[in-house]
């Protein structure tokens, strides 16, 4: 008993306690992590496509249905069965035998238009036959989902052009084609008319301004004119080209018959990608899987965000945290030193440094409330009347913009690297300032060359702490910057290049509209999963960047500090 005494006295428990916990955090942490990995980078793989024969009631002729099987479910057999009616209980009473449980399979049926939903839930009992045709073909389009049947023949302008040997190859070729067009088409859009239009928009603001300056002189209206002409010529010409691109897409088709028999025309410009996974291999699976991610990476969103990728939602993340880091690291090393360094140790003081660890506390949905009304409506009113006159009634910075989501964030996040700062300049032994002072330097000097440099790793800690927590809201940013669907990146080629009072898309908002707001959530759920682990990952990267600068730093002034 003694022993134990002496063992619990050393305070021995109180290390494998702590160890304990941070062991089961640690699981914990990676299994949800993996769970959302297994949940939504599965969505990338093509599973093999069924064709069944399915019985929708004991008392009804069996229905063919086709499509990928994307997740199974077992239900009590006695809950069951008690939901069923009485003439059908008994049949199925039959099938179930003495099973516990009841198998249930969630079937992606596509073809949306033709049968109202892309997903049906089948009692695996009621399946009388399943096969895996080789000739099933699996079409992602541009809208109304995927469509599953059997390739009859390609078109071109309604006339078959392929034989039923080689109509598969004559597809893909056609397919590359397009995909080849639909690149060009998306080039101009974007690129030579977005920059012509951007330039007109440009050019209708500073007639604008003329006139309530009162310079819309003869001279500069005519001037004006002839750039406002020159610029609408070159449109005419791209819109044109652009014309004939649209006609040109829209060339080819192809012959679908679908499960019930019926025969659909698919003009390909509505096709993004098409596959025959019952022919593939398991590389040549893995091949596919890989450019799907990366399509999911680097494509917009279409059908109301629950297809196609998420770019922009991507990168709106990405240069909101870089932007807000560029704000939030030089006003909170900056209050630190004054706190710290120039500021009297008095009642005040440690008033100040109660309100600043209070606002760490404080619920995210008030920062926003307050970008709200001090970013966007007041001072983005105020330069909105002082340098855009011209632009009104149509705010400028007016409106909820990434500068202001930035600004928001960064107010947020501001204690966090003021306390880590903090405790950085308070961990500077004495005797180096002292030191620096003696040797002639002055005390800006000696904050500048001796004590920064030693609290970069604090600074580090803080920023890595306030990029975690910023990359992950979403509460503030539905009011002061980030929207369902951004026609224009904030960063685009056209002078000043970055525009700051653009609105954007964000991981965060995008995982809350596309579980909570989709209209077809079986399509959206592995969604919802990839796009959450691919924000994890985001989140995961800043702070390893952060994380491998601060430990540099560390190295550099580690014999510093002895």
Known sequence: ??????????????????????????????????????????????????????????????????????????????????????????????????????????????????????????????????????????????????????LQSVQQAGAQVSSQASRWEEFQTRLQRVDDLRDDIRKLEKGEMSAISFKLEKLRLKGKRLALENKNTPEALKQLGQQEQALYAEYAVYRKELADLYQQIARDSVVIEVMDGQRVTLSMDKIVAAYLPNQMSVLEKLYHYILRFIDFIVADPREANTEGGIFPALFGTVLMVLLMSVIVTPFGVISAIYLREYASQGVMTRLVRIAVNNLA????????????????????????????????????????????????????????????????????????????????????????????????????????????????????????????????????????????????????????????????????????????FLLVLVIIILNLSAIVLRNRLREKFKGMEH
């Open 361 to 532: 506390g404080v619920p995210s949905i008030v920062y926003g409330v307050f970008g709200l009304g001090f970013f966007v409506y007041f001072l983005g009113g105020s330069l909105d009347a002082l340098f855009y006159p011209e632009a009104a009634p149509a705010p400028v910075f007016g409106t909820p913009g990434i500068l202001w989501a930035s600004l928001t964030l960064a107010l947020l996040t501001v204690p966090v690297v003021i306390v880590s700062t903090e405790e950085g300049l308070s961990r500077v032994p004495r005797s180096l300032r002292e030191g620096s002072l003696a040797l002639g330097a002055t005390k800006a000097e000696t904050l500048w060359k001796v004590v920064l440099p030693m609290v970069g790793p604090s600074i580090m800690t803080g920023l890595i702490l306030a990029v975690a927590r910023a990359a992950g809201e979403v509460a503030p940013l539905m009011l002061v910057g980030v929207v369902k669907l951004a026609p224009e990146l904030p960063m685009d080629g056209n002078f000043p290049f970055m525009h700051l009072d653009r609105k954007f898309m964000h991981l965060g908002f995008h995982i809350y509209d596309v579980g909570f707001q989709s209209p077809n959530v079986e399509a959206a759920r592995p969604l919802v999963y990839a796009t959450s």
């Open 1 to 150: 008993m003694n022993k134990f005494f002496t063992w619990w006295k050393s305070g021995a428990p109180y290390i494998w306690l702590n160890a304990g916990a941070v062991s089961i955090s640690l699981v914990v942490v990676v299994g949800l992590i993996l769970m959302i990995a297994a949940k939504g980078m599965g969505h990338f793989w093509l599973s093999d496509i069924v064709a069944l024969d399915y019985r929708t009631s004991a008392l009804e002729d069996s229905t063919k249905l086709v499509g990928e099987i994307t997740g199974t479910e077992f239900v009590d057999a006695e809950q069951y069965l008690d939901s069923l009616s009485p003439e059908i209980k008994a049949k199925a009473m039959e099938k179930i035998g003495d099973a516990r449980t009841v198998e249930r399979w969630l079937l992606k049926t596509g073809n949306r238009e033709i049968l109202g939903r892309d997903f049906r839930w089948l009692d695996s009992f009621w399946v009388t036959n399943m096969q895996k045709p080789k000739d099933l073909l699996m079409i992602e389009r541009v809208e109304w989902g995927n469509l599953y049947g059997t």
